[in-house]
Structures are given as structure tokens and as C-alpha cells.
């Protein structure tokens, strides 16, 4: 079974990094997608970035462009999020979620079958 646990959250203040790391087991092959999203308190879970595993193809939302960065360590079966120039706005609980026997970009929630704990971050203004 796919298992998936988040780690890295916490406070910071905008402008500021951080970067949230996913242990992503349990595949049973490697035709999968990895995508990070957030919900925010009172807001719909959104997409943020997400990645094929099979050719390390990404995409991004529009406001993750130019500051979030998804990679993956195919070794460790780790994925990352390293997020730059921290935002208020960032402040959401932070998910990694997973999509079996697929490839491409896929962007909306109810897409992913798989889906972690989540991790709180919090940017302070």
C-alpha cells in the first residue's frame, strides 16, 4: 500500500525558506505522480506543484512559479518542496499526494489517490 509522510513545516518569516520533504513508499510500479498541495483555513485544497516520476517532468501553479521548486530522489523515494521568498499567503497546511499508473501533469485533488498527513507551515509577516 502507498504510504506517504510529510515533514519539514513549521514558522517562518516572509522572505524566508523552507523546504518539505515526502517519504513516498509502496508503489508497485514506477508509472506514478507526485503532487504537493496546501488548504489554507476556510479555502478549497490547491495544487501547487507536482511531478512524474517516470521522467521527472514538473508543473507549477501560477503562484508557486519562480519561488517553489519540486524535485525528487528516486534512490531515497523521497520528494521535495523547497519554497523560496516565503509569502503570508503561503500559510496553509501542506499535503503530498500520490496518482498511480499514470504520467503527465495532474493538477486537481480529486485526481490524487493517495495523500499524507500534511505539515503546517506558517509564514509570520
Known amino acids: 500500500e502507498v504510504q506517504l509522510v510529510e515533514s519539514g513545516g513549521g514558522l517562518v518569516q516572509a522572505g524566508g525558506s523552507l523546504r518539505l520533504s515526502c517519504a513516498a513508499s509502496?508503489?508497485?510500479?514506477?508509472?506514478?505522480?507526485l503532487g504537493w498541495f496546501r488548504q489554507a483555513p476556510g479555502k478549497e485544497r490547491e495544487g501547487v506543484a507536482s511531478?512524474?516520476?517516470?521522467?521527472?517532468?514538473?508543473y507549477y501553479d501560477d503562484s508557486a512559479k519562480g519561488r517553489f521548486t519540486i524535485s525528487r530522489d528516486r534512490a531515497k523515494n523521497m520528494v521535495y518542496l523547497q519554497m523560496n521568498s516565503l509569502k503570508s499567503e503561503d500559510t496553509a497546511v501542506y499535503y503530498c499526494?500520490?496518482?498511480?499508473?499514470?504520467?503527465?501533469?495532474?493538477?486537481?485533488?480529486?485526481?490524487?489517490?493517495?495523500w499524507g498527513q500534511g505539515t503546517q507551515v506558517t509564514v509570520s509577516s
Open positions: 499526494a500520490a496518482v498511480t499508473l499514470t504520467s503527465g501533469v495532474v493538477t486537481t485533488p480529486y485526481e490524487y489517490d493517495y
Open positions: 509502496g508503489f508497485i510500479s514506477d508509472d506514478y505522480v
Open positions: 511531478i512524474d516520476n517516470s521522467d521527472g517532468s514538473t
